[in-house]
């Protein structure tokens, strides 16, 4: 839809990046993808955590994005010191802090979080 062309995935560019195998990439995001689907399709809640920039959390029909304040704060290039803007985001929960055990995130409390 709207015109756009998929782009195959480089995983020697990334083997490279990562400095592992081709075959290991391939391993680990066949294998990753093959767990995110069979998990999707039992309705198991899953997160996946992105360094550096915070949590997007699937559960059911819901995905939500939460990102860590550190982040935000190299997005809009200042620090986020007031607090009616920091509890604003916290209201919209859309910061999560580091330091929160992900499956506190969750409803039910149980989610397979990736990567491990």
Do not use: N, W
């Not at 767990?35 to 550096?52: I, M, P, Q």
């Not at 550190?70 to 007031?82: A, Y």
């Not at 330091?99 to 397979?112: E, K, N, Q």
């Amino acid at each position: 839809p709207g015109g756009k062309q998929l782009e195959p995935l480089k995983y020697a560019k990334v083997a490279m990046e990562a400095s592992v195998s081709r075959r290991k990439v391939e391993c680990c995001i066949l294998g990753t993808t093959s767990l995110l689907y069979h998990c999707l399709e039992k309705g198991v809640s899953v997160a996946f955590v992105l360094r550096d920039v915070g949590v997007l959390l699937i559960e059911g029909s819901t995905v939500q994005m939460r990102f860590y304040l550190d982040f935000l704060e190299k997005v809009t290039g200042e620090r986020i010191q007031k607090r009616a803007t920091l509890k604003a985001l916290q209201q919209l929960d859309m910061v999560v802090s580091r330091a929160v055990p992900i499956a506190s995130l969750s409803f039910t409390g149980r989610v397979i979080i990736f990567p491990k």
